[in-house]
């Protein structure tokens, strides 16, 4: 379908997007869900069943990283600002950037043999590699929302398609993997020293499906909203903290990430070893997985229209409280080994209501970035988006560090079929106590946020009309 922008639109920058170039756009997370999120959703599983490593290291392990992404995360966010490669301001770096990412995803489910020290040093050398060179796809990728259009209902429409997609890859991710490494494992599980080479198979195959939609994405997507050349040359580094110290929003915004994908990586990680476990079947991990990922693929294209009926605001906090329900009937079942069906249909309201929730809060990074502009006249894209990303990372590496410190205070033995009380619950706080208490918090940071539609049309039209103004002179 063909562009509609009509002039008026054009003049705020309100470009309306066709629907090949929102899939296309969409694919682009699709890919990094198929490369990264498959990682965070089973690197802790796979390192202290498979690999081999202590809980409490890959913890360790994980809080590392996040230091390092906090040095990294504004290098990088300033150089894709300043830097313009030949095709394209963020685009360029996704299709640089992303086959060196999914090598690295590969080696970090390589198990070597270089004993104990070695296989550890072996571990955080990969992992930490794997974040950094992520940062340098997913923050070009955040970047390129605020580059296609201003328009606030159509960022919405672009938000839900990508999320929906990404759903797409979470039922591959959470069904697939654990389905495709039982198959090709010769002892049929996942969850042994034995099936590490199904492991790295079934990896393979999902970073090679990643790299495909990410070319997509960079083929199918143009940039119409970037930085002037000008600008470009003045950002640096330190724009980060300058930009989350002056923009309130975008500070907001922030605090909803790390909020909410600390919830979201939390529950995942223990996803596993709840189904393993607690349940005492490891061959249900999919189907208990997968449910995670359906709700969402029937909510989200209906997110803009219930945008306009209810409101930004509203629309997270009735999402919100569905997730609530789910997350509070999961900790409080009892013996979830006879109890089955109320776990699926707990985990489907939890993932109905949360879904909608994260699927959501990205629609407000352009808006953030469109207040700065306005604020402080600088299209920062990339700096906010490296913000955003290292949230979104820490967030994400609460489900390893949370989970491993839990998992190693409760005495969890990888070795035992048959875990100590103690472990047991601890894995059900990890599953849904944790998230419950959290989804409080992530509701209070919402509170918080009060950029209006209106607000953005005025801010947006003075935008535009600041810039004709500049080039005619």
């Known amino acids: 379908m063909a562009d509609k922008t009509t002039p008026e639109d054009a003049k705020r920058g309100y470009y309306k997007i066709g629907w090949l170039e929102r899939i296309a756009f969409g694919s682009g997370d699709m890919a990094q869900n198929f490369i990264y999120q498959t990682v965070t959703t089973y690197l802790l599983f796979f390192y202290t069943n498979v690999f081999g490593l202590d809980p409490a290291i890959a913890a360790l392990m994980f809080l590392i990283v996040r ?40 080696l970090c489910f390589v198990v070597p043999q270089f004993g104990e020290t070695g296989n550890t040093i072996y571990a955080f050398v990969t992992y930490i590699a794997l974040s950094m060179v992520y940062t340098t796809v997913n923050v070009p990728f955040g970047a390129l929302n605020a580059a ?54 079934t990896i393979i195959i999902y970073g090679v499906v990643g790299l495909v939609a990410l070319i997509f994405s960079f083929k199918g997507t143009k940039e119409r909203v970037v930085i002037s050349k000008e600008d470009s040359a003045t950002v640096k580094a330190s724009d980060l903290f300058v930009e989350v110290a002056r923009n309130r929003p975008l500070r907001i915004v922030s605090f909803m990430f790390i909020v909410g994908f ?45 945008r306009k ?40 309201i939890r993932s109905a209501g949360f879904g909608v929730a994260t699927g959501f809060f990205w629609s407000l990074i352009p808006e953030a970035v469109t207040y700065g502009e306005w604020k402080f006249g600088k299209r920062i894209a990339g700096i906010a988006n490296a913000l955003i990303g290292f949230f979104f990372k820490f967030g994400l590496a609460l489900g390893g560090v949370v989970p491993g410190l839990i998992l190693s205070a409760t005495h969890f033995n990888a070795e035992m079929t048959t875990q100590p009380d103690a ?17 409080l918090v992530f509701m209070f940071v919402v509170s918080k946020y009060d950029l209006t539609d209106e607000q953005l049309e005025q801010y947006n039209t003075e935008i535009e009309a600041r810039r004709v103004s500049k080039e005619e002179k």
Not at 287 to 302: K, Q
Not at 327 to 334: D, M, N, R, S, T
Request: no cysteine; glycine share 8%; charged share 10%.
């Open 67 to 106: 230091i390092i992404d906090a040095i990294w995360d504004p290098i990088v966010g300033a150089l894709i600002d300043r830097v313009t490669l030949p095709f394209g301001k963020y685009r360029g770096w996704m299709a640089l950037m992303g086959p060196f990412l999914v090598v690295l995803m590969v």
């Open 309 to 348: 009926l209810l409101g930004k605001k509203n629309l997270m906090y009735v999402s919100l409280g569905v997730s609530l329900v789910g997350f509070g009937g999961l900790f409080l079942i009892p013996d979830p080994k006879a109890n089955l069906v109320l776990i699926f249909i707990f985990q489907f």
């Open 262 to 306: 600390g919830i979201m990586a939390i529950s995942n990680s223990a996803g596993a070893y709840f189904m393993t476990y607690n349940v005492g079947d490891d061959t249900l991990i999919g189907v208990y997985n997968v449910i995670s990922a359906i709700p969402a693929l029937v909510i989200l294209p209906f997110v803009p229209a219930l």
């Open 148 to 201: 296609l259009t201003r328009d606030p209902q159509e960022t919405t429409i672009l938000t839900a398609t990508r999320m929906w997609l990404v759903n797409v890859a979470q039922v591959a991710i959470t069904y697939g993997v654990p389905t495709i490494v039982v198959a090709l494992s010769a002892t049929h599980s996942n969850s042994s020293k034995e099936d590490a080479s199904a492991w790295l198979t």
């Open 423 to 439: 472990a047991l619950f601890g894995i059900r706080v990890i599953l849904a106590g944790i998230p419950f208490l959290l989804v």
